[in-house]
Structure formats: C-alpha cells, structure tokens
C-alpha cells in the first residue's frame, strides 16, 4: 500500500525559502522505476508541476520556476524535500507530493498525498 | 511549454446522463496524456494513463481515448460521485495541466 504525507510550514513570508518534506511508505525511491513529483494548486485554481525526482537520482524541474526550486531525496528515510526559494504570496497553494511509476519516462502521477497548505504573508 | 485546453469549462448534467469532456493541447502529446477527479478538499484521483488506460479500481463508466493533441473523457453513466472538477495532464515536453472541466448537477 503506498502512502505519501507532506510536511513543512503552514505560512512563510515573503523572500523567505520554502522547505517541505514527502515522506512515502509502499515503495522504495531506489528500485527503479519509480519516481515522486511535486505539484501545487492555488485555492480556488488548477494544478502546477513543480518537480520530480527519479530513482537514479535524476531530476526535472518546471521551465518556468527551475531557478527557484530543488529537489532531492533520502532513500534511507523514504523522503523526498522541495526547496522554493523568494516565496511571494502569489506562491500561495496547496503542495501535494505524488507517486510516479516510471516506464522510461515518467508520465503520471498514481497516489498523491493528502496535500498541504502553505500561505505567504507577511 | 504545451498548453493544454479544456471544454467546456462547466458540464451541468444529470445522473443517469453521459459526460463528455474534452482536452486539446498545442502541439501532439502523443498519447501521453493523463485524466484525473478531484473532489473540493481532495488531492487528485489518477482515472486514465497514456490516453486510455484505466487506472486501479476505476469505474468502467470511465473511459478515455484520442492521441496527438486531441482526447476525450467520456462517463457513461454519472453516478452522484461523480459531480466534481476533472483536469487532463500530458507529459509529452515536461508536465503540464489544463485548467479543469466542473461537472455539477443540473
């Protein structure tokens, strides 16, 4: 049974950094084929890829926010973290983590994460 | 970045009834395109992978098909569970997703 939970701050202010944490249970980030995306959903609005991580360490960022994000993962503690750097209220949203089962490429995202919501305000 | 559109932006059906929901993108997605539910308060539900697959334990009534830059969600039958907001995602050139088709009661 695969599990992911996010965890990290519920509000942060602006041009400060953003740290969250996926923790997974069900499945190892070192088997191949496998992959966790991170994607976020303003109240009231669609959802936004942000990252994803693959098992051999490989990664892939959104074009428009890569300069402003990083991601990486703990095997050993079945975690992944996303770092956001400069948040602005408009970086207001929902961050849910999600299981990607990877043939060649990741192309979607199977379980999700309950999701949590990070606000930025000063 | 592929832009993928979604019509129409609300479907006021009722039980019983087909829902029809269409998503098209900018430029061929091939078929790696993904459909999934959500529900107000919930994360995302994958439904359909690489254009018309089902995923685990989803509906029949669920089905997906189209490639290239055009696809379509079909629910044949709507069950009270099934009014939400649906989003298409392709993952031909990176991760994109369309803006959402509500599907309320009519």
């Known amino acids: 049974q695969i599990t992911l939970k996010e965890s990290g701050p519920t509000l942060v202010k602006p041009t400060q950094t953003l740290t969250l944490t996926c923790t997974f249970s069900?499945?190892?980030?070192?088997?191949?084929?496998?992959?966790v995306g991170w994607i976020r959903q303003p109240p009231g609005k669609a959802l936004e890829w942000l990252a994803l991580i693959y098992w051999d360490d490989d990664k892939c960022y959104s074009p428009s926010l890569k300069s402003r994000l990083t991601i990486t993962k703990d095997t050993s503690k079945n975690q992944v973290v996303l770092t956001m750097t400069n948040m602005d209220p408009v970086d207001t949203a929902t961050y849910y983590c999600?299981?990607?089962?990877?043939?060649?490429?990741?192309?979607?995202?199977?379980?999700w994460g309950q999701g949590t919501l990070v606000t930025v305000s000063s | 970045e592929i832009v993928l559109t979604q019509s129409p932006a609300t479907l006021s059906l009722s039980p019983g009834e087909r829902a029809t929901l269409s998503c098209r993108a900018g430029?061929?997605?091939?078929?790696?395109l993904a459909w999934y539910q959500q529900k107000p308060g919930q994360a995302p539900r994958l439904l359909i992978y690489?254009?018309?697959n089902r995923a685990t334990g989803i509906p029949a009534r669920f089905s997906g098909s189209g490639s290239g830059t055009d696809f379509t969600l079909t629910i044949s039958s709507l069950e009270p569970e099934d009014f939400a907001v649906y989003y298409c995602?392709?993952?031909?050139?990176?991760?994109?997703f369309g803006p959402g088709t509500k599907v309320d009661i009519k």
């Open positions: 069900g499945f190892s980030l070192s088997t191949s084929g496998v992959g």
């Open positions: 995602q392709q993952r031909s050139n990176s991760f994109t």
């Open positions: 999600a299981h990607s089962p990877v043939n060649i490429l990741a192309t979607h995202f199977d379980y």
């Open positions: 430029q061929s997605v091939r078929s790696q």
């Open positions: 690489d254009a018309s």
